[in-house]
């Protein structure tokens, strides 16, 4: 039984849409995983090193810390990873017992890409520990006590799928406590790192993790078993839809009706409202720059960098897949009374409105003097300006449909990513660091700054030109990019 | 109003439509049957420029339509689900479609006060987003969206599957009040023979991408239909 399951899973990764593109795609997605494989291998080993050289006992250190890294894989797992319902469904009417069913879609979590990443964390570190003459079976205990709060994570996911409020709010418990610990008021870390050390310490504690997972494992079966059925546990859930009045948007004319569409878009559906998150992360993103937190990240044009980012997050995250967000409806807005140009000015209305939002909510950057902020205005500028036309110039070439009511892949959607949409991406950001350069060796960062601000301006002077050829391409690839949302995965 | 001059697709060598010439004049109610992959869907693309011939070329009114976007005021069409936006209210895509079509929201209204009987209660009013109704009243907006704006040339593909009994009565009556418009011009396409000789003033049959019958509605056309897709298959089987 278990044969066929595992057959059916080969050929839907090998067959998928996504997969079968190209070999480019392959590769990318392959260099991908190597590098998380890389990354995490070598924090595992170089985190022994480097807190051992910081003077700190390395495995208390993790330890006080794990309950962070945990609680940040929960996150992770939560948005990225999803239970394997579809699947399911042509399964339930074939002669395979129930109970498989769900062991199977159980198993297929377990085995998942976020679960296994840790193991290439936590295998070299532990090995190290044993290198260093730690207590063989002590550290093999202390792992698989953390194996075991990793299942315990999974499981917990698996439960949560849909309660968003819930770990919003628990990950904002965390993140005060975070807070709390980082402004030394108060310390959570050494009451709950004691538990994980206590993993270590004491050779029995790891049975009470295992424990867990097992009563979890146990339940979640239950729980799947009784619900496999259409209209309960497989069944997708139909919201109370929400009727509201956006007649205010009526000022902006013929682009207003899709303005309005837009807005209902983003704020019904799982995948967009990821984006809105996003954007909400990307505006935090410049602490890493401008608190000086990172030593490389610590010069001016990174600053610009940074300054492109947390002004453009809705940019990137929303704008990028343009005219994607659309695609289960495409040939309804190709056949309709709709100028392209309309269409078009509307999308770009929608992300200059958010930049321009992203950038006054970044005034908090004031904070950091007048030089954080000036780079984000004129990043702000810069996206406004030129990026505005650069994402919609792009997405004529993202031709990948989206699954508006899934939530996975929301972040960096690989088959989305081609080599055109590189080349594309280059000037959004390689652009504004050249001109700031520029400015900077020459007359100083208020020079660069000011560059940076023009060059936005003249995209805005531009605007007409830039859209009469952005119309052409979206013409040109009409029937392609027709053809491909067809393709569903 | 609309005509069809050499038109032909092929997909990597397979011609799966070709059509040497075909007119539809204004105001005719124009059935299009054949089996599957006979070319229908393909031929309803083609006419909306969703997909680009591989020769030829197709005239909406004046304009070519991969040459023009001139045709895009006067037609309107409902081919499958993909020209339903998901996550709107019925409403909200009614009004957003009138919106396109230069009615406001009291003319849409006015519209779809004469529809009450055929969305039985089950579309207005529901607090429900178009992806969570079910297939069959999915495709009775789609219908009713097409004759917001009153377009010209109006496009259906298998308007009747998917419909309960009742609302295909219903639809019929509707596409039969549109057909004696000689303003309307109404293309029809569907599987089923009765449905279509009853409601379209000409039949045109269509097989590997060909016209292969192009008939004018009598009362012997249905016998003549139903001849000619029963023998297909005793041919199909000698083969």
Not at chain 1, 43 to 70: D, S, W
Not at chain 1, 277 to 288: E, P
Not at chain 2, 3 to 23: P, Q, R
Not at chain 2, 112 to 140: H, M, P, V
Request: proline fraction near 3%.
């Amino acid at each position: 039984m278990i044969k066929h399951f595992l057959n059916l899973e080969w050929k839907s990764f090998f067959r998928s849409a996504a997969f079968q593109t190209n070999i480019i795609l392959k590769i990318f997605m392959a260099l991908g995983a190597l590098y998380f494989i890389g990354i995490f291998s070598m924090a595992g080993v170089g985190a022994y090193f480097g807190l051992e050289k910081a003077g700190l006992e390395p495995l208390q250190t993790v330890n006080r810390f794990l309950i962070y890294y945990l609680v940040v894989d929960l996150l992770i797992k939560y948005f990225l990873q999803k239970m394997p319902v579809v699947n399911i469904k042509p399964l339930l009417i074939i002669p395979f017992k129930k109970s498989k069913i769900v062991d199977f879609a159980l198993g297929k979590t377990m085995v998942s890409f976020f679960n296994c990443i840790h193991a290439f964390f936590f295998i070299p570190f532990s090995v190290v520990l044993l290198i260093k003459g730690y207590d063989p079976l002590h550290v093999i205990t202390w792992h698989i006590g953390i194996l075991a709060m990793i299942y315990i994570n999974n499981f917990i996911n698996v439960f949560l799928n849909d309660a968003l409020a819930l770990v919003v709010g628990f990950a904002t418990v965390i993140a005060a406590f975070g807070a709390l610990q980082y402004y030394e008021v108060f310390d959570v870390t050494p009451y709950i790192g004691a538990y994980f050390q206590g993993l270590y310490d004491y050779v029995w504690l790891f049975i009470i993790p295992v424990v867990v997972v097992v009563i979890f494992y146990k339940v979640a079966h239950s729980f799947f078993l009784r619900r496999l059925y259409l209209d309960a546990g497989l069944a997708t859930k139909a919201q109370m839809a929400s009727t509201e009045n956006l007649d205010w948007l009526d000022r902006f004319g013929k682009t207003a009706s899709f303005l309005k569409n837009d807005i209902k878009l983003i704020k019904r559906n799982k995948r967009s409202r990821t984006t809105l998150i996003m954007s909400v992360v990307f505006l935090f993103y410049g602490l890493l720059f401008f608190s000086g937190g990172i030593e490389s990240y610590d010069n001016p044009f990174m600053k610009i960098f940074a300054g492109i980012f947390v002004s453009g997050g809705f940019m990137f995250s929303f704008g990028q897949f343009v005219p994607s967000w659309d695609s289960s409806y495409y040939p309804l807005m190709m056949t309709q009374n709709i100028k392209y140009q309309e269409y078009l000015k509307s999308k770009w209305m929608l992300v200059v409105i958010a930049t321009a939002i992203s950038t006054v909510l970044g005034a908090f950057y004031l904070y950091f003097g007048w030089e954080a902020y000036a780079a984000i205005l004129v990043g702000g500028i810069f996206n406004m300006g030129v990026n505005g036309h650069v994402v919609l110039l792009g997405g004529a070439y993202i031709k990948t449909p989206i699954d508006l009511t899934s939530n996975k892949k929301a972040f960096g959607d690989s088959s989305s990513f081609n080599v055109k949409t590189l080349l594309i991406t280059v000037p959004k950001l390689l652009l504004p660091i050249a001109l700031y350069a520029l400015g900077h060796f020459t007359l100083g960062p208020v020079l660069g700054y000011a560059l940076v601000a023009l060059a936005g301006l003249a995209g805005f002077a531009f605007r007409d030109f830039m859209f009469k050829k952005i119309e052409s391409v979206y013409k040109a690839e009409k029937y392609k990019t027709i053809a491909a949302y067809k393709q569903k995965n | 109003m609309i005509h069809i001059h050499d038109l032909s697709k092929t997909y990597n060598g397979v011609t799966v439509l070709k059509i040497e010439e075909l007119n539809i004049p204004k105001g005719e109610a124009f059935g299009l049957v054949g089996n599957n992959g006979a070319g229908k869907t393909t031929l309803f693309s083609a006419l909306l420029d969703l997909i680009r011939p591989t020769t030829g070329y197709i005239q909406n009114g004046e304009v070519k339509v991969n040459e023009s976007e001139a045709w895009k005021s006067h037609t309107a069409s409902f081919i499958d689900e993909s020209f339903l936006i998901g996550y709107l209210t019925a409403e909200e895509y009614f009004y957003f479609i009138g919106e396109l079509r230069g009615q406001n929201k009291a003319d849409v209204d006015a519209l779809l006060a004469g529809f009450a009987d055929f969305f039985n209660d089950e579309i207005l009013g529901k607090r429900k987003y178009l992806r969570d109704l079910s297939k069959g009243n999915q495709k009775k907006v789609g219908i009713v969206a097409t004759l917001i704006g009153n377009p010209d040339v109006i496009i259906l593909d298998e308007p009747f599957a998917n419909l309960d009994p009742t609302t295909q009565f219903r639809l019929k009556g509707i596409i039969k009040k549109l057909a004696q418009d000689t303003d309307i011009t109404v293309l029809v396409s569907s599987h089923d023979l009765i449905h279509v000789t009853e409601v379209c003033e000409r039949i045109v049959v269509l097989e590997k991408g060909s016209v292969v019958r192009d008939i004018r509605t009598s009362e012997a056309t249905l016998k003549e239909l139903e001849t000619y897709f029963s023998k297909e298959d005793t041919v199909a089987e000698n083969v």
